[in-house]
């Protein structure tokens, strides 16, 4: 059974720094690309960055890229997503998501994703 669970949220103020674990169990991870998504109060999920399954190649949104960082540890299966100067607009409940097949025009897509965490709440004050 596959199972995400994410850590790390929380409050920090304007141009602080969080970092937002995700620790995968019932997977091959290796063979899974991996993301994270965000939820603000009232909005729908948006993308905000992935790994893909082979080579590590990552992608962005554009409102974080330079800012924000992903990683992935296959050793611990975790994938990690470091995030600073933080925005207030950056509140928003944090997903982490899975995807076994998947090609790269769908790393961005909610769609794309079969399974997800319960989410982590990170809460940027201004």
């Known amino acids: 059974q596959v199972q995400l669970v994410e850590s790390g949220g929380g409050l920090v103020q304007a141009g602080g720094s969080l970092t937002l674990s995700c620790a995968a169990s019932g997977v091959t991870f290796t063979r899974y690309a991996m993301a994270w998504f965000r939820q603000a109060p009232g909005k729908e999920r948006e993308f905000v960055a992935a790994?893909?399954?082979?080579?590590?190649?990552?992608l962005y949104a554009d409102s974080v890229k330079g800012r924000f960082t992903i990683s992935r540890d296959s050793a611990k299966m975790t994938v990690t997503l470091q995030m600073n100067s933080l925005k207030p607009e950056a509140t928003a409940i944090y997903y982490c998501?899975?995807?076994?097949?998947?090609?790269?025009?769908?790393?961005?897509?909610?769609?794309?994703?079969?399974?997800w965490g319960l989410g982590t709440q990170v809460t940027v004050s201004s």
């Open positions: 998501a899975a995807a076994g097949t998947i090609i790269m025009a769908q790393l961005r897509s909610t769609s794309g994703y079969s399974y």
């Open positions: 790994t893909s399954q082979r080579h590590g190649t990552t």
